[in-house]
């Protein structure tokens, strides 16, 4: 059997955009679930969810956030906090053996919104 080593991590989420943050959340028992104003508007019958509380384009490049939904921007955040929490440079990155395991919670609700639209336009 070969063995897997976790050697960083990084986190986006509604309780924190990094493991102190996330961490300090789940001690304190805190929430991340709020009222989305977005569902409201909408008309949805689930008006609550998750939302990150996060400023991509303070993270990202332009450039590259110009292809990137929210939910891939928040998975690129917290791969470069992975490598950095690992202490891991560009070249040692590159390599066959190394990988990144990368997990969501679902869509991003902006992704839903402009399906919905687009269903509610069209038919």
Known sequence: ??????????VVSS??????????????????????VAMQEHGFRSQIAG?????????VDKRTLRFMGRGAAYAYIAMQQAIEDAGLTLE????????????SGGPSTSAMLTAHQVVLNSG
Do not use: C, F
């Open 1 to 10: 059997m070969r063995r897997v080593v976790v050697t960083g991590m990084g």
């Open 15 to 36: 309780i924190g955009n990094n493991t102190q943050e996330v961490l300090a959340s789940l001690k304190a028992g805190t929430s991340g679930i709020t009222a989305n």
């Open 51 to 59: 939302d990150v509380k996060l400023d991509v384009a303070d993270y």
């Open 92 to 103: 040692e990155i590159s390599h066959p053996r190394i990988g990144l395991v990368a997990g």
